[in-house]
Each structure stands twice: as structure tokens, then as C-alpha cells.
């Protein structure tokens, strides 16, 4: 059975950091394409960013230079390090991954809001003060 479980949200005032976690277990495991997404009321899910094969990665450009995503050995732990987080960084916060793609395609999940058949976890809650 395929599951996906977030961990390490909470709120944080501007300008503060937080780690979410993603744990992976199941098929979903060797997928080589893992990524991070956001959703806010009233807006639509967005990606953050997507890590591919053990370490190919891309950013969406709010959060470049600001978010870092990793993955842990054995691979079955996925990482999003946020960093000078803003207000507008309140969100939801979901993982993902995404088999038998490549890297392009999987960059393309995260910046040009493509569809991908993927495994999804349940969310994480991040809320950013000012």
C-alpha cells in the first residue's frame, strides 16, 4: 500500500524557518520523481519544488533561494528546508511522488502545473505570521 505522511508544519513568524518531512512507504518509494506542493483557500495548488532520481532539483521561483528540497538515504524520506518564509508562504503543504518520468517532465510537475498520475500525502499545515 502506497502511503505518503507530512510532518513539521506549524506557524512561524516572517523571516523564521521550518523543515517539513515526508515519509514514503510502499511502491511510491521507488519513484523517481518526488516533489513538494502548496495550497491556500481560495487559491489553486501550486508547486514548490521536485527532486529527481537522488538529486536533480528545481525550485518555482517564490520560493528560490529560500527553499531547499533533499532526500534522505535509503530514499524513502524527502525534506523541504524553508527558509525567510514570508506571509505569503501560508499554506498547505503536500507531497508527492510520480513514477517512469523523466527530469524534464518532473520539473514541468512543480513550474508549469502539469498533470502527472501521482501519490499524494495528506498535508501539513504551514502558517507564516507577520
Known amino acids: 500500500q502506497v502511503q505518503l505522511v507530512e510532518s513539521g508544519g506549524g506557524s512561524v513568524r516572517a523571516g523564521g524557518s521550518l523543515r517539513l518531512s515526508c515519509a514514503v512507504s510502499?511502491?511510491?518509494?521507488?519513484?523517481?520523481?518526488w516533489a513538494w506542493f502548496r495550497q491556500s483557500p481560495g487559491s489553486e495548488r501550486e508547486g514548490v519544488a521536485a527532486?529527481?532520481?537522488?538529486?536533480?532539483?528545481g525550485y518555482a521561483d517564490s520560493v528560490k533561494g529560500r527553499f531547499t528540497i533533499s532526500r534522505e538515504r535509503p530514499y524513502t524520506t524527502m525534506y523541504l528546508q524553508m527558509d525567510s518564509l514570508k506571509s505569503d508562504d501560508t499554506a498547505m503543504y503536500y507531497c508527492?511522488?510520480?513514477?517512469?518520468?523523466?527530469?524534464?517532465?518532473?520539473?514541468?510537475?512543480?513550474?508549469?502545473?502539469?498533470?502527472?498520475?501521482?501519490?499524494w500525502g495528506q498535508g501539513t499545515q504551514v502558517t507564516v505570521s507577520s
Open positions: 508527492a511522488t510520480a513514477a517512469y518520468v523523466g527530469h524534464d517532465t518532473c520539473m514541468s510537475w512543480v513550474r508549469d502545473k502539469i498533470t502527472l498520475s501521482a501519490s
Open positions: 527532486i529527481w532520481d537522488y538529486g536533480r532539483t
Open positions: 510502499g511502491a511510491a518509494a521507488n519513484s523517481i520523481c
